[in-house]
């Protein structure tokens, strides 16, 4: 079965600091991997994703993230966070599987920003 | 203009009734979701249809049933309505059975 973790549930960063969000899954096959931002009474939205190829993905808002299978990861990182990146941040994996597309979601990371 | 729409936004029942929640998109997808988001955030699939079709039917209470009227619109009918139906239920859709998903706002259900 398909799963993925996400360690930290709050992150707290001040404004300028880098950022990693951290994220591991477990999938029997070759994955497809997400990154998705969700702000307060918003629906979730896409930041960056993989299928294959380069392992380092660039997304919107500065955020690239670093697919690794020999550690089953996919850490989600920015090099200066701004106060408006505060949010829920969740990682997904899923798979071109004949059973239609189940992505599965990790249970999120909050990241509060200092000012 | 909105890529995925649901309605309502909020919606407060009584338990025992009935409702329902309405999704559109008009991004040309031809695969739809319904998720649900429960109090702790967790994010779980529900259902899904690939052009008016049914292909997910996750561990769901028969008290929810979807329906797709074409492959632009999927809506969510909840009878019954109990206190753990309570949650932001969204719908999503994706332009193949696999791949990113589009996600809409979301419909908070609140069951009294």
């Known amino acids: 079965a398909q799963s993925v973790t996400q360690p930290d549930i709050h992150i707290t960063v001040s404004e300028g600091a880098s950022l990693e969000l951290r994220c591991n899954y477990s999938?029997?096959?070759?994955?497809?991997l997400f990154w998705y931002v969700q702000s307060p009474g918003q629906g979730l939205q896409l930041l960056l994703k993989?299928?294959?190829?380069?392992?380092l993905v660039q997304g919107i808002k500065g955020f690239e993230a670093e697919f690794k299978r020999s550690q089953s990861s996919f850490n989600l990182r920015k090099p200066s966070v701004h106060w408006s990146d505060a949010a829920e941040y969740f990682c997904?994996?899923?798979?071109?599987?004949?059973?239609?597309?189940?992505?599965?979601f990790g249970t999120g990371t909050q990241l509060k920003v200092e000012l | 203009d909105t890529a995925v729409s649901q309605t309502p936004k909020y919606l407060v029942t009584q338990m025992g009734n009935d409702k329902s929640i309405k999704c559109e998109q008009n991004?040309?997808?031809?695969?739809m979701y319904w998720y649900k988001q429960d109090s702790k955030k967790f994010l779980k699939i529900m259902f899904s249809?690939?052009?008016?079709?049914?292909?997910i039917n996750e561990t769901v209470p028969n008290r929810f049933s979807p329906k797709s009227p074409d492959k632009a619109h999927l809506n969510l009918h909840i009878n019954s309505l109990e206190l753990g139906d309570s949650a932001v239920y969204f719908c999503?859709?994706?332009?193949?059975?696999?791949?990113?998903?589009?996600f809409g706002e979301g419909s908070r259900l609140t069951v009294l």
């Open positions: 999503a859709s994706s332009q193949q059975t696999y791949g990113e998903l589009f």
């Open positions: 999938y029997g096959a070759t994955p497809y």
């Open positions: 993989y299928f294959s190829g380069d392992t």
């Open positions: 997904a994996v899923g798979g071109r599987t004949g059973g239609g597309n189940k992505l599965t």
């Open positions: 991004l040309g997808h031809d695969t």
């Open positions: 249809y690939n052009n008016k079709e049914l292909i």
